[in-house]
């Protein structure tokens, strides 16, 4: 019983709330999604090392990193703003856009195929999408950055210029585009 309790605990403080390329390292790469099977459409990192670089880059391009779970309702809630962003920072042209959106999947390795895989190919966002599937969060949520408890949503921007992050949901998208300008984003 004290284990259930332990575990229901865990869950809790995990689901939804807790604890900072063009990289100069090496670019990120998920050697690792073979392990999970290879018609996963996205990247999945099975540690935190692997996903690394992609906090790493120093470029003029600004980054918009959200840490998110398709278990997570506030999460759910908020992502419709993140497409929204990746709409109006669209480039058709082929050109270097200079707002790249990446979404973060901390969904559970066991729930990739079952939820994440059709969530993500409904709205089209394959390109955009990682796993994340480290489950040893204490040990990685400070390098992302140390303003994060381990709350999810979470969203990291940044740039050459500067870093800002915002836990929890967004009010709306004005909230994410003054995130965006707030470090020198440009639309």
Known sequence: MKIMLHLAAAAIF????AKTPDAPAATATATSANVLNDSIPFPVYMSYGEFEPHLQHSNDTTYVINFWATWCKPCVEEFPLFEQLISATANPTGESNPIKVLLVSMDFPKDIHRKLIPFVAERKLERHVVAL????YNAWIDKVSTEWDGA????LVYNKNGRAVKSGEMADYRELAKLVEGVGGKF
């Open 152 to 155: 999810i949503p979470f969203t």
């Open 14 to 17: 995990f689901s939804c709330s």
């Open 133 to 136: 599937a480290d489950l040893d």
